[in-house]
């Protein structure tokens, strides 16, 4: 099943287009939203059904402490410190385990990802990817 995502400007250009050779339908921010702002990209992934993926944390902020509508799913990746090979290997290992992304707030990092139901409390839970 392919899914709807829109890929902040930070986000790599190859996994977008990795994503897209898999059938995924990925807006590129890099492309169509240059210089948009953060609520500029939310409210675009909002409008369009899309996950939104990033590697910015303001994202969180926007929509936990601020209380902006949120996206479908949003996809924080945590990579810093991770070579840019090791962090293409982790993406292609995230997105190639399939997980359920739509209505969850997901932070990603090598060996595992969180996830916090959008629209309720803190209810998380954390899984594992290998």
Do not use: W
Request: proline share 4%; hydrophobic share 40%; net charge negative.
């Amino acid at each position: 099943m392919s899914e709807r995502y829109l890929a902040d400007e930070n986000f790599p250009a190859s996994i977008v287009k990795l994503l897209r050779t898999h059938g995924h339908d990925v807006l590129y921010a890099a492309e169509s939203l240059m210089a948009a702002s953060d609520e500029e990209v939310l409210r675009e992934a909002v409008t369009q059904s899309r996950v939104l993926l990033t590697f910015d944390r303001d994202f969180g902020e926007l929509v936990f402490r601020c209380r902006q509508q949120s996206a479908p799913g949003i996809v924080l990746f945590r990579l810093g410190g991770q070579s840019p090979i090791e962090q293409m290997s982790f993406l292609q290992i995230f997105f190639s385990s399939q997980p359920k992304l739509q209505g969850f707030f997901t932070v990603a990092s090598p060996g595992h990802f969180r996830q916090v139901r959008l629209g309720e409390s803190s209810e998380d839970s954390e899984e594992k990817i290998s």
